[in-house]
């Protein structure tokens, strides 16, 4: 079962920021929180990922709260091609069963017009 | 660029035919690589794991003789789904990443799989 809870769906308006919420709250000290999204029949695509401090790259903003229970991905400017489905998952750097990316049913993100 | 290379896209096929899939790591040396099949609105479901040099790891509820997987260099692994029927039909997804670490794992652009 996937260890965290995500709003089945959101909608943004384009150009607006999208902060799709992800709750974590059995999350373990080594696990990290990753995020993809996978757009319609592709395979998913790394967005970005953190352990407990905020992160940014030239894709999104990540924000981890300090309980690490939660967690927030930004895309600062949404456009039509961010419409996709987004997943958070935990998943620890220790190897074997613990390596695993079990998906959830993620986050429908619809960039509106 | 991609760094996992998924192959075919697309399989259109009789019921009975057996039919590989190819995944390669394009940038680097993959010792592990995962393989998921994901049903029409549904969520990615790992298979297996695909280990270099030794026997897969498969899921419970997955058919090891059903789903043959090969990874015999550090950049291929395959999955051969064996007699297949139209149950079969899905959407077929690899990925790699290092088998240690905190670095992400990438996907190939999945396989779609048709059984008539």
């Known amino acids: 079962d996937a260890k965290t809870t995500q709003p089945p769906s959101m909608d943004c308006a384009e150009g607006r920021a999208a902060n799709l919420p992800c709750n974590h709250s059995?999350?373990?000290?080594?696990?990290?929180v990753y995020w993809y999204r996978q757009i319609h029949s592709q395979g998913p695509q790394y967005i970005i990922h953190?352990?407990?401090n905020n992160e940014t790259n030239e894709m999104a903003s990540l924000i981890i709260t300090e309980d690490r229970k939660s967690s927030t991905l930004i895309l600062p400017h949404a456009t039509l091609r961010d419409t996709a489905v987004y997943y958070c998952?935990?998943?620890?750097?220790?190897?074997?069963?613990?390596?695993?990316?079990?998906f959830g049913k993620g986050t429908l993100l619809t960039v509106n017009p | 660029g991609a760094v996992v290379s998924q192959h075919p896209s697309r399989v259109i096929c009789k019921s009975g035919t057996s039919v590989k899939i190819e995944c390669r790591s394009l940038?680097?040396?993959?010792?592990?690589m995962f393989w998921y099949r994901q049903f029409p609105k549904q969520s990615l479901m790992l298979m297996a794991t695909?280990?270099?040099?030794?026997?897969?790891?498969?899921e419970q509820g997955v058919e090891k003789d059903k789903f043959l997987i090969n990874h015999a260099s550090l950049t291929l692994s395959t999955l051969t789904v064996t007699s297949a029927h139209p149950e079969d039909s899905s959407f077929y997804i690899c990925?790699?990443?290092?088998?240690?670490?905190?670095?992400?794992?990438?996907f190939g652009d999945g396989t779609r799989l048709s059984i008539l």
């Open positions: 695909s280990n270099e040099g030794s026997k897969a790891t498969y």
């Open positions: 953190g352990l407990k």
């Open positions: 990925s790699a990443g290092p088998a240690w670490g905190n670095q992400p794992q990438h």
């Open positions: 940038d680097f040396q993959a010792t592990t």
């Open positions: 998952i935990v998943r620890g750097n220790s190897g074997g069963s613990n390596y695993k990316l079990t």
């Open positions: 059995t999350i373990s000290g080594n696990e990290y």
